[in-house]
């Protein structure tokens, strides 16, 4: 079986959707079956001690021809799937190539662009609108990271009900036994001794930045700092340092632009707690990674964040900065809270697994290669 995957993600930089398909592609190498991978990128890709395998093949577009976007998606990738002739596309950003015909499976993260058009610029919006609506009616099959994005999916798009199969997002367990950046360097770099709150993920409007960051104004007393660790990705974009700054507490937050893998561990194995608020979110996986090295979270009680999280997690109702204040000091002072919420956590670690997420999404592609996706192309 070749599977063709659309690849672009785990260029540059790999974040989210990065991150997800990385996963993937090293849980389905490491169980080794007889399948094949078709990886289409346009540049160099930043997993190359698995992308280099036996069950690998890299496409890259002929030289010269770099282009970006929406073009090379619908112009040069389709081109050479006609050329290559693979049994299925994967797509795990949310579009396809519109003129491929062959099988394909779709993967939604979320649709926040359909929900809060406001967050985003007209040209953008109405580009990932016009190509999500139309990728998601060609799919043979959707497949949602959670119960609350195929929800999204089904009242936004004209598609059947069973074209679209949840599938979890899952932690990787191999991620506790990387290599990871000593405590004292990371904390030698920051310039901070104490007990630390972590933000991991993109910083956008609706992750209420300004507000977590104000909280902390509420918690000198309790000597807790927080480092962020995420490009600004907001669509009114400002000086971020220089706002922490006006808010009198460059002693006490950071921000890491952009975090390697290594220091992101070695934050998770040093980190207090996790804060995750946010008011849309397809799954929320930052939470579960914190879990797998034991660190509690504070997470919004909204849409999905409360689907996987609830029972697992401090949820704050009311994203306000003294509320948040208030759920990070009881986080961080009430042992009983906190062992609570551990134990929970590892519960819920061991339910959504990267090899279980890994598993289901490769039997629903090979079930659609072989025709029993669902859905209507």
């Not at 993967?107 to 967050?119: I, N, Q, R």
């Not at 909280?215 to 009114?236: E, K, P, Q, S, T």
């Not at 919004?300 to 208030?326: D, F, H, K, P």
Request: with cysteine; proline share 5%.
């Amino acid at each position: 079986m070749r599977i063709a995957v659309d690849a672009r993600e785990l260029e540059g930089r790999p974040t989210g959707v990065g991150r997800y398909l990385g996963g993937l592609l090293r849980s389905w190498l490491a169980a080794g079956g007889s399948e094949r991978f078709l990886l289409y990128h346009r540049g160099e890709l930043q997993y190359p001690d698995w992308a280099n395998g036996e069950s690998v093949e890299l496409r890259l577009p002929p030289r010269g021809l770099v282009p970006a976007g929406a073009y090379w998606e619908q112009v040069v990738l389709p081109r050479a799937l006609r050329r290559d002739r693979p049994d299925v596309l994967f797509a795990p950003a949310g579009t396809l190539p519109l003129s491929w015909r062959g099988p394909s499976v779709l993967t939604v993260l979320d649709l926040s662009f359909e929900a809060h058009p406001e967050w985003f610029g007209y040209r953008e919006r109405w580009r990932r609108r016009l190509l999500a609506r139309a990728s998601a009616r060609r799919a043979d099959l959707i497949l949602a990271i959670s119960r609350f994005t195929k929800g999204e999916v089904l009242s936004r798009y004209r598609v059947p009900a069973d074209s679209v199969r949840v599938v979890h997002l899952g932690v990787d367990d191999s991620l506790r036994e990387a290599p990871f950046t000593p405590e004292a360097e990371l904390r030698e770099r920051i310039g901070f001794s104490g007990p630390l709150a972590l933000m991991v993920g993109s910083i956008f409007e609706r992750r209420f930045p300004l507000r977590c960051i104000g909280a902390f104004r509420h918690l000198r007393d309790a000597g807790i700092g927080l480092v962020i660790a995420g490009d600004d990705r907001r669509r009114r974009r400002s000086d971020l340092r220089a706002e922490i700054r006006e808010m009198g507490l460059a002693d006490r937050v950071f921000w890491l632009r952009y975090c390697p893998e290594e220091d992101l561990c070695g934050l998770l194995r040093c980190a207090r707690l996790v804060l995750y608020l946010s008011s849309y979110e397809g799954f929320g996986l930052p939470p579960l990674e914190a879990m797998s090295f034991g660190v509690p979270a504070v997470v919004s009680a909204r849409g999905a964040l409360r689907e996987v999280y609830e029972g697992a997690a401090l949820m704050v109702e009311n994203e306000s900065e003294e509320a948040i204040a208030a759920a990070v000091r009881s986080l961080d002072a009430d042992g009983d809270l906190r062992d609570g919420l551990v134990e929970a956590g590892e519960r819920l670690v061991r339910e959504f697994t990267l090899e279980r997420c890994a598993a289901r999404t490769l039997e629903s592609i090979l079930k659609t290669a072989q025709g029993g996706g669902g859905g209507g192309r």
